[in-house]
């Protein structure tokens, strides 16, 4: 019989281990927003992988830290599309895959004239992670593991596995599931959307709810993502506004995905929280200027020459190392 020990040490260590939602999308580029009744015609259309968790390890990956996925597909051409993606971008996936079911999917309007999109989707409630599929030495064997809580219940079991064992926890958080009362006080950093924290705690002005979900949940970080507007944090270092960074907008796919991804590699690499904030914003916005929720992941020396011609704050260079060669072993 194998012990925890074992178990532990046939487990590689990465850098960072995400839990959550992938995604096949449908991009279809319109003219404009068409009216009721309108017919419109479709400038171009694509069909490539997306996903909130699932982006982030795959931006994560493509910076060089060594990315876990966790997650759930459908015994389909969608699911076995994932399964490539991830091995083509080199991160470690471990996917549940669920026999008769279709991969999640959605279609994605977007406006050529602005990138803004417009999202349609669709999950079967089969491809729900149970918790007692995941492996412990998944999340422990990681420097931090990033969550986007729509399977509360798996959320949950990895996060008290993370927090038992030290390691921080990111949030990505849009809609107060059920469960998620259990999963707030585990979360170290919070990076929710713009009207999460509204449906917690019910209307409020942001910077007093930021301050709230801190004392309420022990966030070591609270935060909200604003769109082309940038973000917004609270943490020790007091309310940090960073402004979103102007460029020709495509499509905003995938923006908060890659978003998430930038404050993640910010965090490892040890920066200050001002300094994720803005490179997890220049990346964002670089992201926005292709199509696809990945089509505009740009590497970390663009990503930070781009902060830099900007004019804006650039995290210290010389920690912007690969952490495929430099990780922490346990």
């Known amino acids: 019989?194998?012990?925890?020990?074992?178990?532990?040490?046939?487990?590689?260590?990465?850098?960072?281990?995400?839990?959550?939602?992938?995604?096949?999308?449908?991009?279809?580029?319109?003219?404009?927003?068409?009216?009721?009744?309108?017919k419109v015609r479709i400038v171009e259309a694509v069909r490539c992988p997306g996903g909130q968790v699932a982006t982030a390890m795959i931006a994560c990956g493509g910076w060089g830290l060594r990315a876990r996925y966790i997650g759930s597909v459908g015994d389909d051409e969608a699911g076995r599309v994932h399964q490539q993606e991830f091995q083509t971008a080199g991160v470690e996936a471990h996917l549940l895959v669920k026999p008769g079911v279709v991969s999640q999917f959605a279609y994605i309007l977007v406006d050529q004239r602005t990138g803004e999109r417009t999202i349609f989707w669709q999950r079967d409630e089969r491809l729900a992670v149970p918790p007692s599929w995941l492996r412990r030495a998944w999340v422990e064997r990681a420097r931090l593991l990033h969550l986007d809580g729509h399977d509360p219940a798996a959320a949950v079991q990895a996060a008290r596995w993370a927090r038992a064992a030290g390691i921080p926890v990111v949030a990505d958080l849009d809609n107060f599931y059920p469960g998620m009362e259990e999963l707030l006080p585990l979360v170290d950093y919070l990076l929710a959307a713009e009207e999460f924290p509204a449906r917690v705690l019910g209307p409020c002005q942001p910077e007093r709810a930021l301050e709230e979900l801190r004392r309420r949940f022990g966030h070591r970080v609270a935060g909200v993502t604003l769109g082309a507007r940038g973000a917004m944090v609270l943490s020790e270092e007091g309310l940090l506004r960073c402004p979103g960074y102007p460029v020709q907008a495509v499509d905003t796919t995938g923006a908060g995905d890659v978003f998430h991804a930038g404050f993640i590699y910010g965090l490892l690499q040890h920066w200050p929280i001002v300094h994720c904030l803005e490179f997890a914003c220049a990346a964002a916005a670089l992201n926005c200027t292709a199509l696809g929720a990945r089509g505009g992941v740009r590497p970390v020396n663009e990503i930070l020459a781009f902060i830099k011609a900007a004019g804006r704050s650039v995290p210290p260079v010389r920690n912007a190392v690969r952490q495929k060669e430099n990780a922490e072993t346990r």
Do not use: K, Q, W, Y
């Open 1 to 38: 019989m194998h012990s925890a020990v074992d178990e532990l040490a046939a487990v590689s260590m990465v850098d960072v281990v995400g839990l959550g939602l992938n995604a096949f999308d449908t991009i279809v580029v319109v003219p404009r927003f068409p009216a009721s009744g309108e």
